[in-house]
Nanobody, 122 residues
Framework: QVQLVESGGGLMQAGGSLRLSCAAS????????MGWYRQAPGKQRELVAT???????NYADSAKGRFTISRDSAKNTVYLQMNSLKPEDTAVYYC????????????????WGQGTQVTVSS
């Protein structure tokens, strides 16, 4: 089994900062890409940022210049530093990881965390 556990969400005023963390645990041989997605009420889940095993990053336009994704491969953990928060950043934030569980697995599988609520007040 693999688990992704997020933490760090909460309520913040506009202009403030929050740092999300997501730790992967369980039977893990290797982790490829890790990332953050979000889903606001009544909207589809959308990409926020991803980071590959090499450290290459990708950001949604809404996150560029304000959010920073990073990972600690030794801890199987991915972070999302969110600065200059806006009310439109309010959403449930989900961690995602593509994980190869054992050396015998030919392909990676996609895993999601349970989500953490981020609420930004104006």
């Amino acid at each position: 089994q693999v688990q992704l556990v997020e933490s760090g969400g909460g309520l913040m005023q506009a202009g403030g900062s929050l740092r999300l963390s997501c730790a992967a645990s369980g039977t893990i041989f290797s982790i490829h890409a890790m990332g953050w997605y979000r889903q606001a009420p009544g909207k589809q889940r959308e990409l926020v940022a991803t980071i590959g095993s090499s450290g290459a990053t990708n950001y949604a336009d809404s996150a560029k210049g304000r959010f920073t994704i990073s990972r600690d491969s030794a801890k199987n953990t991915v972070y999302l530093q969110m600065n200059s928060l806006k009310p439109e950043d309010t959403a449930v934030y989900y961690c995602n990881a593509r994980i190869r569980r054992t050396v015998w697995d030919a392909n990676e599988s996609n895993y999601w965390g349970q989500g953490t609520q981020v609420t930004v007040s104006s």
